[in-house]
Each structure stands twice: as C-alpha cells, then as structure tokens.
C-alpha cells in the first residue's frame, strides 16, 4: 500500500493512503488542532445529569445498534452513557494539560459554541415557553465558567457563541464577565439543513453588516461570527446591503467598514484561506488534519498566523518555495519561527504595526501594544481556528 508522509509539529507520520479521520469534537481532534492553529472551537450540550458534553448534533450521532434503547437526543442521556460511546467531556478537554498550557501560556484562543435542545426533547424551552431557554443557556455558561477558572484559564483567551439571540441577555442575567457573542445568521431548534437555510435566508438577505457589527460591538461582543455566504458570490449579491467581498472594491469596502473588527467565518475551506487571510478575517478550518500543503494559489500553507506569525523573510519563502518542497518548508518553520509568547517587545510590535495597517484597526498602536501584554494576543489578529477540532466527521461519528 502506498505510504504518505504528514505533517505534525515538525515530524514526520508515516501512515496509509486512507488515514484514519479523527473524530470531530474530542479530546484527540482538539489537542492536535491547537498544536496546527491558533485555536480550537467545539459544541458543547448539557446532559441528563447537568453535566457538559462535546456533540454538535442534537440527535445522538451513534448508529442505531449502538444506541439500542437510549433516548434519540443527546440532553436526554447521562454523562457517562455519551462517554462510553466515546464522546469527550468539557471538563476533559479544559483540563488536558497541553490545551490549558496553549490558553494560559500561548496566545491560543478556546471558542465554546454552546447548543440549545431540540424543541421536541422535552428540554429546555420547548415549543411554547422559549424564554426558559435564557436561564437555560445561562446556567450552561455558569457550569463552563466553573471548570474554566478551576483550570486557571484566563478569560482573554476564551469566548463563547451560539445561534441564539439572547446570548449577551442571558449573560447579563447571571453578571457573567466572559466574552459572549452571536452567530448569524439564525437558525431553528429543529428541522434539516434546507429548513434552516430557509428559515436564515430572510436576516441573511435584509440584514445589513454594519448593523451586525454595530449591534455585537453594543453587546460588548468581541467578534462577529458569520456565514462564509455573506463574503462569496453568487450569495454575497444576493443581499439588500452593499456587496462585501475578498478581493477588489467589495474587499476595501469591507476593511474600511470593519476597521479591524474581527470577523470569524465558516466553513473556511482551503480555497479561500489566502483570501480570507488578506481580507483581515478569521477562519473556522475543517481541513487541519489534512495533508494539503499547497494552496491553490501555490503558496506553502501556514496556520498559524497569529501565535506563530511569519516575518516578511519567510513569507516571500513561503510564496517563492516550489510546491514539492512545501513540506519541508513547513516543517522548518514549525521548528525555527519564534511564536508569539517568545516573541521581545519589538518583534511583538513589529507584527502589530503591520498587521494595523494591513487591515485599517481603528485601535491606535500604544492600546493594541498595551492589550497584547502578558502573551495575550488582541482580539482583532486574523486566527485559523481547528472547527470542532481537526473538522466536521461523517455521520454517525461513532458506528
């Protein structure tokens, strides 16, 4: 069988043609994304038992003879039931030494996207009482916050998201003082991929981008997750707003709106991965434990450009390197390029001063240098960040 070589924190993995797929939200998909990016997201659910799990879905994503006579969704089912499948704890992934080291030490960023029940489970708000899901979420911040401050993990390298409107209500509610934001745009409790879509389209279509960045900037929101749709066409004209894009008037339209306000995408798909870089946004990458080293605009692949950030040295390497030699590259700045939290004052400034320029930050240069000390990056640097760790898995994730 065909061997093939793959990249992992400068070594060298031999493996098969058909590598395994790492799972999608554990412990070993996120220890080995925060290694490859600046930062790791992942979906966290309450159980039966009020405890936190890592499961995006809101149906149990085991086969049905695994499953046997457990309940369908996920909140209907212990701690222990989820972890004998498989399925990581917050608590495992908090506590892991490597992943709490990269949050308190490295500049590396933890993006919590908390999941409310299905409307049918019987949990939470359910068809007719959806304000119940404010105190709902509001304890599942209390429970993370709990494991997060145990664990001595500092609250600049933490935010968490979820498709639900009153996120920043239900944080004032409990005087939570950890970053929360919104994702947009919204979608149900219930219903498949194309219902959502539907149900999203009309905030899509009508809902213009200063209004988003205005309304997360007076929620005190650091960032403004969104689709990858509102930045690409043929989706990107199909709004009522002025087009924003990645490239030519639509893309200087869109620094000089955000002026550095962070923006975070998905899906961030390799083929847009320059573009989005250059538009000043950050991405949620599915393809971390990919073995692509080569963008499709034949430059070396790097992601990590916040908490390993390339001087212009080695970015004119990483351009004028020959693909089959990409590799090699990689794995030689993995080694010899200083990441950010052994990085002196000047070098630390020297990347601000370009990167503020880069992407019109309104912030001035004495207050991005001040939030940067204590190996804290500022929110407005552009990360690659490991979605649900390495990425989406297939379905069901255990089988």
């Avoid at 554990?26 to 790791?40: H, P």
Wanted: charge should be positive; include cysteine.
């Amino acid at each position: 069988m065909k061997l093939i070589c793959k990249h992992f924190e400068g070594t060298l993995v031999e493996m098969s043609s058909e590598p395994k797929q790492i799972k999608e939200n554990t412990l070993e998909s996120l220890s080995r994304a925060i290694k490859l990016s600046d930062g790791i997201e992942f979906d966290v659910r309450s159980t039966l038992d009020e405890r936190l799990i890592l499961h995006h879905d809101m149906t149990l994503s085991v086969s049905e003879e695994l499953r046997d006579d457990l309940p369908k969704y996920v909140e209907k089912n212990t701690l222990s039931d989820l972890n004998e499948f498989g399925f990581s704890s917050f608590e495992d992934i908090v506590n892991d030494s490597m992943i709490s080291q990269s949050l308190r030490e490295h500049g590396k960023l933890m993006n919590i996207e908390l999941k409310l029940p299905h409307i049918s489970s019987g949990v939470g708000g359910g068809w007719l009482s959806s304000k119940k899901n404010i105190s709902y979420i509001g304890n599942m911040m209390n429970q993370c916050a709990k494991i997060l401050n145990e664990a001595e993990i500092p609250k600049h390298s933490v935010i968490f998201y979820g498709f639900f409107k009153h996120m920043s209500y239900a944080a004032k509610k409990i005087n939570f003082d950890w970053s929360v934001s919104s994702l947009f745009p919204p979608q149900l409790r219930f219903g498949s991929q194309t219902l959502n879509r539907i149900y999203a389209s009309s905030e899509f279509t009508s809902r213009s981008l200063n209004s988003m960045i205005k309304r997360q900037k007076k929620r005190n929101s650091p960032i403004l997750p969104c689709a990858l749709e509102y930045f690409i066409p043929p989706y990107n004209k199909l709004r009522l707003d002025k087009t924003y894009g990645l490239s030519g008037k639509s893309l200087d339209r869109l620094l000089k709106l955000k002026k550095g306000f962070p923006l975070y995408i998905w899906p961030g798909l390799i083929k847009h991965e320059t573009m989005l870089y250059d538009a000043g946004i950050s991405i949620l990458s599915d393809s971390l434990d990919s073995n692509e080293y080569t963008l499709p605009e034949g430059i070396a692949r790097w992601t990590k450009q916040s908490t390993q950030p390339l001087n212009d040295k080695w970015i004119q390497r990483f351009r004028e390197t020959s693909p089959e030699n990409h590799k090699d590259l990689i794995e030689e700045a993995t080694r010899e390029v200083s990441p950010w939290h052994e990085l002196n004052s000047n070098e630390r400034k020297y990347f601000l001063d370009k990167w503020s320029k880069k992407w019109y930050w309104s912030k001035s240069s004495q207050e991005i240098y001040h939030e940067s000390e204590s190996n804290k990056l500022p929110w407005e640097s552009v990360r690659v960040i490991g979605h649900r760790g390495c990425g989406s898995t297939s379905r069901p994730i255990f089988n």
